[in-house]
């Protein structure tokens, strides 16, 4: 064993997460090791990212803070997570396998039209494809099945193993430090560091500060239920989202019987949820009738992982910068919207991917860093704006009451100062993005965007067949829908996919099989 020593000046960053060993044992940067990728943190963002550079051959280090199975949020997934992104990690066959509820969609009870209406991921019910649906999943169980899927293609898994600090010198980050499942500090260096910790990394400090959005801010409350109804067939794995007066509901059919129910509410809430988080809970949902019809024959959950109620609030953020020499943000360390359309687990899956490719086209030498890692920030930037106003478009829709939560959801003048600091950062080095910025410009472009897509959904609700045409052809749909799609017919037909044109100028393709950038052929 080591003798105790100082940490090294160079090599110490301190930061929140604190040992959790009594004793501490330093083992100094002599005894560091060298990898190519270390990744910490090993929910669905870390496990992708290292999975696919694992899968290149390069030595790959997750360093993982607890030991899985452990409990997270974040249960209803999109198509583009599980045909896409996981089939290219291998992992979809295993999740095809482990009997999560299939999601046909999600059905709102949402807008001007006083009856639910339902949104599937098929065009039409006629149309529905092998790829046209998602799980609902276990969040425990989901996130191990990719974890151990990541330590079968050759990752080096560490569990209980937390980050402390980066290790850098001349500009660049090196590696990280951290605290081993027995209480040693240690340190490992590495080409890449990956910042894969959640909404509750220190790490993204080392690359830029966070953004807190105005819009989007609120606070959820929510918990677990045995025996809850389920919607009729052939939507009853489907998630049910019910606005209220002071926000929404989720109602997350996890397996036969078990119901994963959140409230969204302003966030002026919170004392009063700090104060007796039960008595507030249950008051919510009596006050929104539909939740409480599905619950009328439940059990609340009180013991196990699931029988706490739990509190997130201000979750909606996003980092200046998502990368600099030798480290990347990716999933909840860089960014997180709003839990209304599923899209968290679908970001940090997508931006591992991106950052998967940027590194391993630098480690392979085809790629130079400045423009591997310009296109994944591009690409990642370019998902979050197009997730952010599909939100929002969403959030506009519910027009018929004037409760102050909806009326804060809606695209006035008074949201510009928000809308331009929001475009200005996500705009980065896009000029496209840059012209909108003009406050009057941006509010208006929100506002028909908006219309257009509450237009398509009455039109939609209104008709003998709710037909999802008429929304996949709104532009904001049709945006968000546009790189999932990408993803999943590559992940499918694989070099049979058409070749993909760049989505900026001068900008990268995928290689045909996905896994790194490169120049599109002229
Ligand atoms: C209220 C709410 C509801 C949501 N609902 C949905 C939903 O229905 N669908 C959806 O797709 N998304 C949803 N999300 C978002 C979703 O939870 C996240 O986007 C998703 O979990 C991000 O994955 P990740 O891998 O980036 O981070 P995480 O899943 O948070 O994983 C990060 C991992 O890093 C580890 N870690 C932390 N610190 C360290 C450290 N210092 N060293 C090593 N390891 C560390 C943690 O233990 C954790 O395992 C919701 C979010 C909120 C707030």
């Not at 997750?62 to 974040?74: N, V």
């Not at 992992?91 to 396998?97: F, H, I, K, M």
């Not at 998630?239 to 209220?244: D, G, K, P």
């Amino acid at each position: 064993m080591a003798s105790p020593r100082r940490p090294n000046r160079l090599t110490r960053t301190p930061g929140p997460v604190r040992p959790r060993a009594a004793k501490v044992r330093y083992m100094g940067i002599r005894n560091a090791e060298d990898v190519d990728v270390v990744v910490a943190g090993g929910g669905p963002a870390g496990s992708t990212l290292a999975t696919l550079t694992a899968m290149q051959g390069h030595k790959v280090v997750i360093l993982e803070k607890e030991e899985f199975p452990r409990y997270q949020i974040g249960e209803s997934l999109l198509p583009a997570t599980v045909h896409g992104v996981c089939r290219m990690t291998g992992v979809s066959d295993e999740l095809a396998r482990s009997g999560f509820t299939r999601k046909r969609g999600g059905t709102f009870r949402w807008g001007s039209s006083p009856d639910p209406w339902t949104f599937t991921f098929s065009v039409s019910p006629r149309t529905a494809g092998p790829t046209s649906f998602a799980y609902q999943v276990e969040r425990s169980k989901f996130d191990k099945i990719l974890l151990d899927h990541a330590r079968r293609q050759g990752v080096d898994v560490r569990e209980k193993c937390a980050a402390t600090g980066v290790i850098q010198d001349a500009g660049r980050v090196r590696g990280l430090a951290y605290v081993d499942a027995e209480g040693n500090q240690r340190q490992i260096r590495a080409n890449y560091v990956v910042d894969a910790s959640g909404n509750r990394s220190f790490l993204y400090k080392q690359i830029g500060s966070r953004q807190y959005s105005e819009f989007f801010r609120s606070l959820a409350l929510f918990g677990y239920f045995d025996g809850g109804k389920r919607l009729p067939e052939p939507n009853s794995g489907n998630i049910l989202s019910a606005a209220f007066d002071s926000g929404w509901f989720w109602y997350i059919p996890l397996g036969d019987t078990l119901t994963s129910v959140g409230a969204v509410v302003k966030k002026e809430l919170a004392s009063k949820v700090q104060g007796d988080a039960e008595a507030s809970y249950q008051a919510l949902i009596d006050e929104c009738p539909l939740i409480k019809e599905y619950l009328s024959g439940a059990t609340r959950i009180t013991n196990g992982q699931y029988g706490k109620l739990r509190v997130r609030k201000d979750y909606s953020y996003h980092n200046m910068n998502y990368w600099r020499p030798g480290m990347v943000l990716i999933g909840d360390a860089a960014c997180f919207v709003d839990p209304v359309f599923s899209s968290g687990v679908h970001l940090a899956t997508y931006s591992a991917l991106l950052a998967a490719r940027s590194i391993n086209s630098t480690l392979a030498g085809m790629i130079d860093e400045q423009a591997a890692f310009t296109e994944f920030e591009l690409r990642y930037r370019r998902e979050f704006r197009v997730f952010y106003e599909y939100l929002m478009c969403f959030y506009d829709l519910h027009v018929s009451e004037q409760s102050y939560f909806w009326n804060a959801k809606k695209v006035t003048n008074d949201s510009s100062s928000e809308l331009e600091a929001f475009v200005n950062l996500v705009s980065g080095l896009s000029s496209n993005e840059k012209a909108l910025t003009g406050s009057a410009t941006l509010v208006q472009r929100f506002k028909d965007q908006a219309n257009e897509f509450a237009n398509a959904i009455n039109e939609s609700a209104a008709a003998e067949e709710f037909s999802m045409y008429r929304i996949f052809n709104t532009s904001v749909a049709k945006e968000a829908a546009l790189e999932g799609t990408h993803i999943q017919s590559r992940a499918v037909l694989g070099d049979a996919a058409e070749p993909e044109k760049p989505l900026f100028d001068n900008g990268l393709v995928a290689s045909p099989d996905g896994m790194h950038w490169s120049y599109p052929a002229s």
